[in-house]
């Protein structure tokens, strides 16, 4: 029996209309103003009819900003470019040092294991700004303020506990006796990790490492402080455009697509495995 | 206090059309019989069940207790006891309170109450754990609490989905036993769900053999083993399972011969005397027919089908031989221990009263212990 | 030479002790199911076998060589799973070709190999399947398979029939034991199933409470048993047991009848015993003669045989077994006679539940 009524359906409709509103009204409304100037932004009241232009785009990628106080050189491509850099190579080291790790937390009991693993997921428990000055201290003195390395090390802060804790779910998931089998089978402890644990674990890999990438993309404290203007991300390099004469509404708008055009890509591409990873779906036989 | 329940052409048809479990169920439990429902998982039997506790609605038919329509009826005015597949004791009570919570509605003396679970619990060997609560049991003696608490109300029918699935091995034989003798003791009227014929031939009057929603036949367990009505119910019933061989048929006057398809040549030949002028007469117009004899009918002797010993296996009062006849696996069943080396030659006798003869087209049966059906 | 031994293997996590004092030899080529209930510590003892555990104390040795320090993919042994453990992300042809990849051979070879224990399987036409595509009955074969693939010296099988249904399991039983004959490797079976460890063992070794209490053949488990455990285990309906003292001229007393069995249990006149006697030699006649008289509860058919529920005079209750076919099956509410066939009755110490005797045909 169908017990959908019309009302029901319309209701239905309606209501997620409405958190669809919700969500992604600011983004197309960011959407818009990247396509405005400075002044049909601000005019009052506002108005959704305008000429599209393609000047906040242009200034961004050729670097110049002409404001009425004067002509200014942005890094924003620079800043983009920084951002892609730090948070891949972030992820990527994360998931090298996080992946086998996982797997030994899931794995084998052994001294203080529970401990150390509950340490490494109370580093997300902080706020960064306890760490930062001491932070900052340290990394003068080691010469990494300023450099990449230092960043994505710091950035280990964000990523490890991330894919340490997602990932030990999944591996604690998959029957041991299948990697048992896998052993008996004749296969070595480190074939068993690569061919059996790590492939079934994947789903979980995948949306644990899209995770770390997304908060390593939108990180700001750490690389504001630990960093100055050529090694920047976006994040921080929007800070650029609030300028002497003024906010710059229309490039800030075109920066935001910009920026967050990698990370909504790469979420709407690995969807399926996001939803199937967070939700720790267990690994069947 | 037993009723006879009837039911009349029901239909049950879930999801707009999509799924037809029960198709014009027609059968009648007289006052006192035991019923079993038996069949696979999705042949339809837990919904006749829970169609006639009131669970679910009827699509098309009617139910009627003692004459008395009741399918309409909300399950509580039903007058029907049932005991759960999972048990569905309640937690916060007792073994003990669970049992007695049945004849609170009957208006007993403390004393009738206590003398009746006592007697339940003696009966199902749950006295040890009457004061314990339910979680701090084994499934095995929740599911004797649960079916106490369904046996010990008075009804006019009684209800057992799966009642004894998860029951102890050890415990099974007797429990059954006990069961039976107090079903009829009682005179209830009784209906069995089970997918285990071991459970469903232990215990019920009759069974009702179901698959694909439709009831394939309903008749004693003896008669279903004897005279099945079709080739499923045949291969369905018994264990070790029915042994079924394509044959083609040849009858020359003199003798009825099988001869069994791929084995190389080999046929079970017969006089012809053997069998009634009718079926001979009904097995002219037939060539291809599926030929079934039970692993007990299979004896190893000195005549009949050459075949090469695979397995041999005693079972402590019974012996289990498998044989194969050019790649066709045949079982035989003995109540005496026989040593049969295994790559061994033997010959198995198949006596004309042990054929089971079915249509090779739609599997109805044809001729049971050489007599037309 | 013993192909497999084991020398008081114990085995404890943390407190909890699974395993005391285990020792078995297997030769090369036998079939040794152990069998006990479930919880007993089975599973646990064939993957220390398998190295995949390692033993609190004992040595486990194969061809003589001790396995300590031998790692669980160099032991040579092919092992299945009670819940398969298929590689769910490798097709069946790849989960039965992983031992043969990882002893580096030819994908002719391998393709070769998987052909050969396919077809013995009956699987050949599901190769490609993946595990989740596969019945309940193919994944079980394919665990199989890929257990026999490198053709092991030895065999672990870990419950392999717990998980498909009844009919199934009935064919593999009559099937395995020819598929391990061919397989020429020694076996360790495990199952809860008395008929599958009677069917296909060489011997028996039952395992209750983390010991073996008795390591025998089918048949002489099944006619000596060694305590009254063990008579409980094997034998559908379960042996009748009944608490009595023996009388002077070996008689036994049921719920206060005085019975006659076997003049030889006079040795142990006056001593508390549980009386033990197996359905099936409870002998069943309808006459009036003399005897123990009973009347039948419930009549109750189990497969080709009948099961009686019986209560004597005093009250003492009795399972009979008897072929459906004999000509003299009770019906329901009728009295009887009965006796005991001694050969199928037994005495066990009421206090150790140690075996004491065995009737006498």
């Known amino acids: ?250 490039q800030i708008a075109a920066a935001i697509v910009l920026s967050i055009a990698p990370t909504l890509a790469l979420a709407l591409y690995a969807q399926r495995y996001l939803v199937e990873g967070l939700s720790l779906g267990a690994v069947k036989g | 206090m037993s009723s006879e329940l009837v039911l009349k052409n029901v239909d049950k048809i879930y999801g707009a059309g999509a799924v037809h479990a029960v198709k014009d169920l027609s059968f009648a439990v007289k ?130 989905d799966e009642p004894m699935g998860q029951l102890e ?30 459970e469903a031939n232990a215990l019920a009057d009759r069974i009702a053999v179901m698959e694909g929603g439709v009831l394939q036949q309903y008749a004693t367990p003896a008669e279903l083993k004897v005279r099945p009505a079709n080739l499923f119910v045949g291969t369905f019933i018994g264990e070790p399972p029915m042994n079924v061989f394509p044959v083609q048929v040849k009858d020359d006057g003199k003798t009825v011969d099988f001869a069994i398809e791929g084995s190389g040549g080999q046929s079970l030949s017969y006089a012809a005397a053997d069998f009634s002028q009718t079926l001979r007469n009904r097995l002219k117009g037939e060539t291809a027919l599926m030929l079934g004899v039970r692993p007990h009918a299979v004896r190893i002797g000195k005549q009949g089908l050459k075949a090469r010993v695979v397995t041999c296996q005693w079972l402590g009062d019974q012996t289990h031989i498998a044989s194969e006849i050019a790649g066709r696996t045949v079982v035989s069943v003995s109540h005496e221990q026989i040593a049969a080396k295994p790559a061994s030659e033997v010959f198995l006798g198949i006596e004309p009263g042990d054929l089971h003869i079915f249509s090779s087209g739609n599997g109805a049966a044809i001729a049971h212990g050489a007599q037309l059906v | 030479m013993p192909h497999l031994e084991l020398a008081s293997i114990s085995k404890a996590f943390k407190t909890n002790k699974v395993l005391a004092d285990i020792s078995l030899t297997a030769d090369a080529g036998e079939i040794v199911v152990i069998f006990g209930p479930s919880g007993t510590g089975k599973t646990v003892l064939l993957r220390l076998i398998a190295g995949v555990e390692e033993p609190t104390s004992g040595t486990i040795s194969i061809d ?58 009956k699987i050949d036409h599901v190769l490609g399947h993946a595990p989740r595509q596969l019945s309940n009955g193919q994944k079980q074969r394919t665990a199989l398979a890929r257990a026999l693939a490198s053709s092991p010296k030895l065999l672990l099988l870990d419950d392999p029939l717990r998980n498909v249904d009844a009919k199934l399991r009935f064919e593999m ?38 010991r073996f209490i008795q390591i025998a053949t089918p048949a002489d488990i099944y006619r000596n048993p060694a305590t009254v455990g063990v008579a409980r285990l094997f034998g559908d309906p379960t042996i009748n047991l009944a608490e009595t003292t023996i009388g002077a001229d070996g008689s036994i007393e049921l719920a206060g009848e005085k019975v006659a069995i076997d003049k030889s249990y006079g040795i142990f006149a006056g001593k508390n015993v549980s009386f033990g006697v197996r359905p099936e030699a409870v002998e069943v006649m309808n006459g009036r003669g003399a005897g123990l008289k009973a009347q039948v509860m419930a009549v109750t058919p189990l497969n080709e045989r009948t099961v009686l529920l019986l209560q004597t005079k ?40 140690a075996a004491l005797a065995r009737g006498r045909a």
Not at chain 1, 77 to 93: D, E, H, I, Q, R
Not at chain 1, 124 to 152: D, E
Not at chain 1, 185 to 195: D, E, I, L, V, Y
Not at chain 2, 171 to 195: F, M, N, P, Q, W
């Open chain 3, 173 to 210: 039983r009559l099937e395995l034991p020819r598929l391990l004959r061919q397989a020429k490797s020694t076996v360790l079976y495990v199952t809860q199933d008395y008929k599958e460890a009677m069917a296909l063992a060489d011997r028996i070794a039952v395992l209750a409470e983390g």
């Open chain 2, 169 to 198: 091995p050890q415990l099974r034989a007797v429990l059954r036993g006990r069961i039976k003798h107090y079903l009829r003791e009682h005179d209830c009227t009784t209906i069995l769900v089970t997918h285990d014929q071991t």
């Open chain 2, 31 to 160: 006052p006192g019989e035991i019923t079993a429902l038996l069949g696979s998982s999705g042949c339809g039997k837990t919904s006749t069940l829970r169609m006639i506790a009131g669970f679910e609605t009827l699509t098309n038919g009617s139910i009627e207790l003692d004459g008395r329509p009741i399918h309409m009826l909300p399950p509580a005015q039903r007058g029907v006891a049932m005991a759960f597949e999972t048990y569905s004791l309640y937690p916060p009570l007792t073994i003990a309170e669970n049992i007695s919570f049945a004849l609170k509605a009957q208006k007993l003396g403390s004393q009738d109450v206590n003398k009746r679970v006592k007697d339940m619990a003696e009966l199902l060997e749950i006295g040890d754990v009457l004061n314990k609560y339910p979680s701090s049991v084994s499934g095995g003696q929740q599911q004797r609490a649960s079916l106490g608490r369904a046996l010990v109300r008075k009804a006019g029918l009684y209800l057992l």
């Open chain 3, 314 to 353: 005093a009250g003492a209750e009795l399972l009979a077994s008897l072929p459906s076919s004999s000509a003299s099956i009770p019906k329901a509410e009728n009295e009887v006679t009965i006796a005991f066939n001694p050969a199928g009755t037994h005495l066990f110490d009421r206090e150790t539940g």
């Open chain 1, 1 to 250: 029996m169908d017990h959908t009524s019309n009302l029901e359906r319309i209701i239905r409709g309606g209501l997620i209309a409405l958190v669809l509103i919700f969500f992604l009204f600011p983004i197309f409304w960011i959407v818009l103003m990247s396509f405005q100037t400075n002044e049909t932004i601000l005019r009052i009241p506002p108005s959704i009819f305008f000429e599209p232009t393609l000047s906040n785009y242009s200034a961004l990628i050729t670097g110049k900003l002409k404001t009425t106080a004067g002509n200014l050189d942005l890094a924003f491509m620079k800043n983009l470019w920084n951002s892609v850099l730090l948070s891949t190579l972030s992820v990527a080291l994360s998931l090298i040092l996080g992946v086998p790790a996982a797997y030994a937390f899931a794995r084998f009991r052994f001294r203080l294991g529970e401990d150390i693993a509950f340490t490494l997921l109370s580093f997300r428990f902080a706020p960064p700004l306890l760490v930062l000055l001491p932070l900052s201290l340290y990394f003068k003195q080691l010469g990494l303020t300023n450099t990449y390395i230092g960043l994505i090390w710091v950035y280990q802060l964000i990523c490890l506990p991330l894919i340490l804790w997602i990932v030990r779910g999944y591996f604690e998931d998959i029957s041991p006796d299948i990697e048992h089998a896998y052993r008996i089978a004749g296969n070595s402890w480190w074939q068993t990790f690569r061919k059996i644990a790590v492939p079934l674990a994947m789903p979980g890999i995948a949306a644990a490492g899209l995770l770390a990438f997304i908060f390593a993309w939108n990180n700001f404290v750490f690389a504001l402080i630990l960093a100055s203007a050529d090694k920047q991300p976006v994040t921080v390099g929007a800070l650029a455009f609030v300028t002497a004469s003024g906010i710059q509404y229309g």
């Open chain 3, 64 to 121: 003589s060589q001790d396995m300590a320090d031998v790692a669980p993919e160099h032991r040579d042994v092919g092992m299945a799973f009670q819940n398969f453990a298929l590689f769910p992300h490798l097709n069946a042809f790849e989960n039965i070709a992983s031992p043969l990849r990882a002893r580096s051979q030819s994908d002719a070879q391998v393709k070769s190999g998987v052909g050969r224990v396919a077809k013995l399987l």
